[in-house]
């Protein structure tokens, strides 16, 4: 019988998977952070092509070059790949917010914070979309079904992303700038209810131009910060503004 050789072609393709084979036969274990950063990557850009509802975890291994066993063990799904999403989402918005100046005028670190959170959407798109995702009325309704559980929305008061907006509303309480009448907490939903509306509008593409954007964001802001002045510091506001 004939004995069949491999052609050069043949020879040179076996040889070169031979050479990437790691010793021992199996593959190199990626580090859990890196892989992480590659699921959460991947996941981030069908956010932005599909949605949450579009992300297929059979696609999204590829994509991170991960089995789906390895992503039902970290994750236990679509939904704990979700969740996973929605922590980092936080996580950097509050990473953005605590990069705000809290010294010197405690009024101009409440404005920057406003900023800070409009930047925020506009780089993270994708994770701005999940976050607000959960504040829609289907989420609420879902999470009534279990009485004892807070809605998603009710969540975000207890993320690390509110506690700058809760200091600094304190500080403004405490050197009069802003009213004592009405609870910090009181003031922290009625500013982020106003930035996360105005931001949602830009990022829908409700405006025009960026311009507008922008003048939009600081004029209703700025507005609804005034509401809650102290009557010490409007009188010294009108004063400053006829002299």
């Known amino acids: 019988m004939r004995r069949q050789t491999m052609s050069d ?106 900023r800070a959170y409009r930047a925020f959407a506009i780089e993270n798109p994708a994770y701005f979309a999940l976050m607000i995702r959960i504040t829609e009325p289907q989420a609420a309704d879902n999470a009534r079904t279990d009485p004892q559980q807070p809605t998603p929305a009710r969540e975000i008061a207890a993320q690390r992303s509110f ?35 105005l931001t949602s509008l830009e990022m829908a593409g409700y405006y025009a131009t960026v311009e507008d954007a922008e003048s939009r964001f600081a004029l209703t802001a700025g507005i609804l910060i005034e509401g809650f002045y102290s009557k010490n510091f409007r009188a010294l506001a009108e004063h400053n503004l006829e002299s």
């Open 9 to 114: 072609t043949e020879l040179q393709e076996s040889t070169e998977k031979l050479e990437k084979k790691p010793k021992g036969g199996r593959q190199k274990r990626r580090p859990a952070e890196e892989q992480r950063r590659a699921l959460l990557d991947a996941a981030t850009q069908m956010l932005l092509t599909s949605g949450p509802d579009g992300i297929s975890l059979r696609k999204l291994a590829k994509e991170a070059g991960l089995t789906t066993m390895a992503i039902y063990t970290q994750y236990g799904g679509k939904d704990g790949v979700l969740h996973a999403l929605y922590e980092e989402a936080f996580l950097r918005l509050a990473l953005k917010q605590e990069a705000v100046s809290n010294e010197g005028d405690p009024l101009n670190w409440l404005r920057q914070l406003g």
């Open 163 to 197: 506690q700058s907006l809760l200091a600094a509303i304190t500080a403004c309480q405490e050197t009069d700038i802003l009213r004592t009448d009405v609870s910090t907490q009181e003031i922290a939903d009625a500013l982020w209810a106003v930035v996360n509306g």
